[in-house]
């Protein structure tokens, strides 16, 4: 228990740390969050424009449609905020993660505290704010809103274990990283709409090989009364077997990692 | 060594820079799988809307012609000289830019070479997966005459764009850190150009607008030339405006560098 609470309070210093350095370039630190704020909100526009001109995608009306793009902008964001691959990756190839490894603190504080986007929290933000805009339209139980949640956070706890292992793997046999910030941009841009239009193979595609829609697209499903409450058990187990055989083959790699430092 | 042209040193840059670029293969094919998933998450997501909605065309596309759209964006998105705000930002923040003081070639002439190779790298890898997708996907009739246009459009982008991004990147001799102004402006750009949806979709008051911003080039009129929704009356008066753009893009540039070199100032080196 003790160990649990010294390292919470590393994340929590480690996080105030890293906000008080983001805010070191105050302009630049704006400009960010700027910038991440309005990437949601095209995201919003650009929904909103598909179903000005058109009937928008069969089974989803416009409401649900904003609140999936929500969802995955926060999703997407969270990820970020705990790992930002470009930032994981550097430290590797510079050695600058070897000092961090000392410390008497879990690695993956260690990690999740230092190679996340702090800036991310304007993405969050305004993710939010679209899923809220589109809430009152939507109506949901207490049950199903808990549920929601549930699914929520162990596809996102899958989501992060499985970039963490895609980052090492991707060090590990090719000395780099940056294409992991792609495929993370790619694959979320991909779900930022109903995994119905890609079929079968797609929803089975971003379940099993890439896992986002065990944060995104089941739960909302669940939300929107597109799926009955049993399918949340399936889900969850899922999403938390997942992160504990991420984790495992995550720990496996990274105990035998040689730094790219000098 | 006096003796050697421009364009020889240009193209000793261009060849040093597309050297660098193919050091990193694993980047390269990541990059060429990542350009391809774009368009193609576009197509099955309008191809979904197509279907729901039961229409030929919306707003004036039909699906075949958004196909067009979404691959030509792609091939336009490499066009545009985003590359050089980055750089430039490293550059000035890191002090290399004094390097450059004692280069046989100027800062500017060698940041050109720098994109021109990046571009080559794109065409060479990412490019050649783009266009073999888009000749297996699409079948949409291009003449001679719209790909030639297509071209000089791509052109008139390419030159609007390095003034606008080398303007950017001049910022980071006044402020410290500017990832954040590159990054927000390159996105405003990329959606009022059309980059995300066609401007024909937006509101009649937003489109009006978006037409006469020069970041139309960058997408939006390319992609509806190369898909044929240009009427060919309109292409000429396009183009002009476009290279008035271009011309006034890259003198603008030329005069806030000549201010911008002078505070050239480093903690680098």
């Known amino acids: ?262 | 060594m006096k003796n050697l042209t421009l364009n020889t040193k240009l193209l000793s840059y261009f060849q040093i820079f597309l050297k660098q670029s193919f050091a990193f293969r694993m980047e390269a094919i990541a990059n060429a799988a990542f350009n391809v998933a774009f368009p193609i998450t576009m197509i099955i997501v309008w191809t979904a809307v197509y279907r729901t909605t039961g229409t030929a065309a919306i707003n004036g596309f039909t699906l075949p012609q958004l196909y067009v759209y979404f691959f030509a964006l792609t091939l336009s998105d490499a066009f545009i000289m985003y590359g050089i705000a980055w750089s430039m930002e490293y550059d000035v923040n890191s002090g290399s830019i004094y390097t450059y003081l004692t280069k046989p070639l100027s800062y500017m002439a060698s940041v050109l070479a720098g994109q021109a190779a990046g571009l080559a790298f794109y065409l060479a890898t990412a490019g050649i997966c783009v266009l073999v997708i888009f000749v297996a996907l699409v079948h949409v009739p291009i003449t001679a005459a719209t790909a030639a246009a297509f071209v000089a459009e791509l052109a008139i982008a390419s030159a609007i764009s390095f003034g606008i991004m080398f303007m950017l990147g001049c910022i980071a001799f006044y402020v410290p850190a500017i990832e954040g102004i590159i990054d927000v402006s390159q996105f405003i750009m990329m959606f009022l150009g059309g980059g995300l949806v066609p401007i024909a979709m937006f509101p009649k008051w937003a489109s009006a607008v978006m037409y006469i911003l020069p970041f139309q080039y960058f997408y939006n009129l390319p992609a509806t030339t190369l898909a044929g929704l240009q009427p060919a009356g309109q292409l000429l008066p396009a183009l002009l405006f476009g290279a008035a753009w271009a011309l006034l893009s890259v003198m603008a540039c030329i005069a806030v560098w000549n201010r911008a070199k002078l505070r050239m100032d480093t903690v680098g080196v």
């Not at chain 1, 910038?35 to 069969?58: E, L």
């Not at chain 1, 991707?170 to 940056?178: A, D, L, P, R």
Request: hydrophobic letters at 55%.
């Open chain 1, 1 to 262: 228990m003790a160990n649990v609470t010294e390292n919470l309070r590393r994340l929590w210093l480690a996080n105030l740390y890293a906000w008080k350095d983001a805010l070191a370039y105050r302009l630049d630190f704006i400009f960010l969050i700027v910038d991440y704020f309005v990437f949601p909100v095209v995201n919003f526009a650009t929904i909103t424009i598909i179903y000005t001109v058109s009937s928008g995608i069969a089974g989803w009306d416009y409401y649900q449609a904003v609140f999936l793009i929500g969802l995955i902008g926060l999703v997407r964001n969270v990820v970020r905020y705990a790992v930002y691959p470009n930032g994981f990756v550097r430290a590797m190839q510079q050695g600058t993660i070897d000092g961090m490894l000392t410390r008497p603190y879990s690695y993956l504080v260690m990690i999740v505290s230092n190679f996340g986007s702090k800036t991310c929290i304007g993405a969050i933000i305004s993710s939010i704010g679209i899923m809220l805009f589109a809430l009152p339209h939507i109506s949901f139980t207490p049950l199903t809103g808990l549920a929601f949640a549930a699914m929520v956070a162990s596809g996102t706890a899958a989501l992060i274990m499985f970039f963490l292992l895609l980052i090492l793997l991707s060090y590990k046999y090719f000395s780099g990283g940056n294409w992991v910030n792609w495929l993370l941009n790619t694959i979320l841009n991909a779900n930022e709409y109903p995994l119905s239009i890609y079929g079968i193979v797609g929803t089975m595609f971003f379940t099993f090989v890439l896992p986002v829609s065990l944060a995104v697209y089941f739960p909302a499903e669940v939300l929107l009364g597109f799926a009955s409450l049993n399918y949340t058990v399936g889900v969850v187990a899922l999403a938390l077997a997942m992160a504990i055989a991420f984790h495992r083959a995550f720990y496996a790699l990274f105990i035998n990692y040689a730094s790219g430092g000098g």
